[in-house]
């Protein structure tokens, strides 16, 4: 099985587990369309591309699908942040929507390492969060409080809200999803 089918696989879990353990109806809405989207998406071929930050993957663990994942991360193209200058040494994307043709969808992965924060910011579409691994401070929703989230919790945020996250004592990993205004749809 190619790496994109591990992965096409690996990310449609994902999106049933989201579906499932929602937290909000915008939530499931999201998560449906990603995984409608990923399903029959085509592939973009890429080279494989590591960052220092996945040096704690051995530290990614507490499901099946964190095992997983960090079996698959080595063969995946990992690029820094363009929200913090650290050349990926904390953090790192995985840009999914550039592995796979994601019309109207921007997704990826995002690695933050065991103590490291993810900036402040905000962005015109909606977003829902899986946390894969780790367990986070995130600030979202439009809330100023930072909040524990837990493996296998989703949070959502709506269009132009303030969200941060602050990693805990292992990796942070989580799968996102933006959809909606602010998104080209081809």
């Known amino acids: ?52 930050a996945l040096r704690n993957l051995n530290r990614v663990a507490n499901s099946e699908r964190a095992t997983k994942f960090a079996e698959l991360a080595p063969a995946l193209r990992w690029v820094p942040s363009h929200r913090w200058d650290d050349e990926g040494r904390e953090r ?48 979202f929703g439009g809330s100023e409080e930072l909040v524990k989230i837990q493996p296998n919790m989703t949070l959502y945020n709506h269009p132009s809200d303030l969200h941060a996250v602050e990693a805990g004592d292992t990796p942070l990993v989580a799968l996102y999803v933006l959809w909606g205004e602010g998104i080209p749809s081809c």
């Open 92 to 139: 790192a994307l995985c840009v999914v929507s550039e592995l796979f043709d994601l019309p109207g969808i921007e997704a990826g992965l995002m690695y933050v390492d065991q103590g490291c924060t993810y900036p402040l910011h905000n962005h015109p579409p909606q977003e829902l969060y899986l946390t894969i691994s780790g367990v986070a401070r995130w600030r």
């Open 1 to 52: 099985m190619s790496i994109h089918e591990l992965l096409r696989s690996w990310l449609i879990d994902a999106a049933d587990t989201a579906i499932k353990v929602a937290a909000r109806d915008k939530i499931i809405q999201g998560a449906n369309k990603f995984r409608m989207a990923i399903e029959t998406a085509d592939v973009v071929p890429y080279e494989p591309q590591e960052l220092p």
